[in-house]
Nanobody, 124 residues
């Protein structure tokens, strides 16, 4: 499975960005897809995930500002980020969890495949 993340960039505070993650080489419709982020000097942290049945969950820090969606026909997962804050600045990674029995995969260790990351920078 290969994942290709895109859509990052530089945005002012309170702005919006939409990240995309295109998958190839696997059965996308069977995967739980997640977004994580990693700021310099910090560990990779969970942002949001979407189950292949459609359920979504979010980190408390992004609830109400971020939404996650998927298009199984395009093998793509999206992260819509609104009301961005400087503390959202990080490299954002998409991941694929192939363990269908997991209900809420929030640990990076639960994801078997990763994209290359896309930089999001929010200026104040």
């Amino acid at each position: 499975v290969q994942l290709q993340a895109s859509g990052g960039g530089l945005v002012q505070a309170e702005g919006s960005l939409r990240l995309s993650c295109a998958a190839s080489g696997g059965i996308f419709s069977r995967y739980i897809m997640g977004w994580f982020r990693q700021a310099p000097g910090k560990e990779r942290e969970f942002v949001a995930a979407i189950h292949f049945r459609g359920g979504t969950y979010f980190a408390n820090s992004v609830k109400g500002r971020f939404t996650i969606s998927r298009d199984n026909a395009k093998n793509t997962v999206y992260l819509q980020m609104n009301s961005l804050k400087p503390e959202d600045t990080a490299v954002y990674y998409c991941g694929a969890c192939t363990q269908a029995w997991v209900i809420m995969p929030k640990s990076p260790a639960q994801y078997a495949y990763w994209g290359q990351g896309t930089q999001v920078t929010v200026s104040s």
